[in-house]
């Protein structure tokens, strides 16, 4: 049984307002062994990030700046999390952000029955 624990950063609390993905980290996992497969990627959110964002993960806009945009890295990232159960913390508050930038690119979004909230 393939699962990919999975975590974001963004720079607030809701895409509906602006707020953007700026980290997604992931790990593999096969009968709930880590595989050492992994998928990790910095995100430019094309807007500024507020001091309470940083001082949660610590990423500023100067170092997100020359990082990929969504949109560049959206075919590598579904491509690794393919069609496996997701393990998330907070499962809604990451869910609700990945499928805002699904849906901002005009993809499909990920079913949120595929999370399992930790």
């Not at 990627?41 to 500023?60: F, K, M, S």
């Not at 949109?71 to 998330?88: E, H, N």
């Not at 907070?90 to 609700?96: E, G, W, Y």
Request: aromatic share 8%; with cysteine; proline share 5%.
């Amino acid at each position: 049984m393939r699962e990919i624990v999975l975590d974001t950063e963004t720079t607030g609390l809701d895409p509906e307002t602006g707020d953007r993905l700026v980290e997604i980290g992931a790990v593999e996992l096969n009968r709930h062994v880590p595989t050492g497969n992994t998928y990790h990627q910095y995100i430019n959110p094309e807007r500024d990030v507020p001091q309470g964002a940083v001082d949660v993960h610590g990423l500023t806009m100067d170092f997100l700046r020359d990082k990929p945009l969504f949109g560049d890295v959206c075919s590598d990232f579904l491509d690794f999390i393919g069609d496996a159960k997701l393990v998330i913390h907070n499962a809604s508050f990451d869910m609700k952000f990945l499928n805002a930038e699904l849906k901002w690119l005009g993809k499909t979004a990920i079913p949120f029955e595929r999370a399992i909230d930790t």
